[in-house]
C-alpha cells in the first residue's frame, strides 16, 4: 500500500505486520525466506515456525507470515522480501538464479488526543461551593397545618442553590457526553 493508504494506528499500540507470499511461478521453490527492512528475522513467524519455508512451496502454494511491534509517531514504512531458489518437486535446486519480490507496508502513528473538560467552577479540586452557614441557636418552627410539612431548620436559600448546583454538575455531564460523540 502508498503511505495515502496506510492506516493511521495510536502511537503505542501494537501493529502486526502479515507477509502472504504465492508462488506465482511454473517452478518449485525450496528455502523460501521472508524479511523485512525493519523487522528481525527472528520476529518474523511463517505458519507458526521462523521466517523461512524449507519448501518445496509448489507453484500456486500460499503461506503467512506475521510479525509484531510497537507503533511510533508519524509516517513509517517498511519493506517486506521473499526469496526463493527455484527447484525440483523433491527440493533439489535446479540452478536457476532465485525469484525475489518485495512489498512496502505503511501506517502512521498518532498520539491519542486527552479531551479538556472545564468545569463551571475555577477550583476543580472543590467544584462545589461552600453553602452559607445555618444560623447557630434554635430555629423557631411555626405549627404546621393538617397535611403540611413542618420547617425543620433548612434555609431554603441553601437548598436551592444545591439544587442549581446539581443542574450545572447535570449540564457538565452532557457537555462531555456530547464531546466523546462528535469526536
Same mark, same amino acid.
Given at each position: 500500500?502508498?503511505?495515502?493508504? /496506510?492506516?493511521?494506528?495510536?502511537?503505542?499500540? #501494537?501493529? %502486526?505486520?502479515?507477509?502472504? @507470499?504465492?508462488? $506465482?511461478?511454473?517452478?518449485?521453490? $525450496?528455502?523460501?525466506?521472508?524479511? +523485512?527492512?525493519?523487522?528481525?528475522?527472528?520476529?518474523?513467524?511463517? +505458519?507458526?515456525?521462523? *521466517?523461512?519455508?524449507?519448501?518445496?512451496?509448489?507453484?500456486?502454494?500460499?503461506?503467512?507470515? %506475521?510479525?509484531?511491534?510497537?507503533?511510533?509517531? /508519524?509516517?513509517?514504512? *517498511?519493506?517486506?522480501?521473499?526469496?526463493?531458489?527455484?527447484?525440483?518437486?523433491? /527440493? $533439489?535446486?535446479?540452478?536457476?538464479?532465485?525469484?525475489?519480490? #518485495?512489498?512496502?507496508? *505503511?501506517?502512521?502513528?498518532?498520539?491519542?488526543? @486527552?479531551?479538556?473538560? &472545564?468545569?463551571?467552577?475555577? +477550583?476543580?479540586? *472543590?467544584?462545589?461551593? %461552600? &453553602?452559607?452557614?445555618?444560623?447557630?441557636?434554635?430555629?423557631?418552627?411555626?405549627?404546621?397545618?393538617?397535611?403540611?410539612?413542618?420547617? #425543620?431548620?433548612? +434555609?431554603?436559600? %441553601?437548598?436551592?442553590?444545591?439544587?442549581?448546583?446539581?443542574?450545572?454538575? /447535570?449540564?457538565?455531564?452532557?457537555? @462531555?457526553?456530547?464531546?466523546?460523540?462528535?469526536?
Amino acid at each position: 500500500d502508498t503511505a495515502a493508504e /496506510g492506516p493511521t494506528v495510536s502511537t503505542g499500540s #501494537t501493529v %502486526t505486520w502479515t507477509y502472504v @507470499v504465492t508462488n $506465482t511461478g511454473t517452478t518449485f521453490l $525450496t528455502d523460501v525466506t521472508v524479511t +523485512d527492512n525493519l523487522v528481525a528475522a527472528a520476529d518474523i513467524s511463517c +505458519d507458526g515456525g521462523t *521466517n523461512v519455508v524449507a519448501g518445496p512451496v509448489a507453484p500456486g502454494a500460499t503461506f503467512t507470515c %506475521t510479525a509484531t511491534g510497537v507503533a511510533v509517531a /508519524g509516517g513509517y514504512t *517498511n519493506v517486506g522480501s521473499v526469496t526463493g531458489t527455484p527447484s525440483d518437486i523433491l /527440493g $533439489t535446486p535446479t540452478g536457476v538464479a532465485a525469484v525475489t519480490d #518485495t512489498d512496502p507496508s *505503511n501506517y502512521t502513528g498518532t498520539t491519542p488526543v @486527552v479531551p479538556v473538560i &472545564a468545569y463551571p467552577y475555577p +477550583d476543580i479540586t *472543590n467544584p462545589v461551593p %461552600t &453553602a452559607a452557614p445555618l444560623p447557630s441557636g434554635p430555629v423557631a418552627a411555626s405549627p404546621a397545618p393538617s397535611g403540611a410539612l413542618a420547617l #425543620t431548620g433548612s +434555609d431554603p436559600t %441553601t437548598l436551592l442553590t444545591l439544587g442549581l448546583l446539581a443542574v450545572g454538575a /447535570g449540564a457538565a455531564v452532557v457537555a @462531555v457526553s456530547r464531546r466523546r460523540d462528535d469526536e
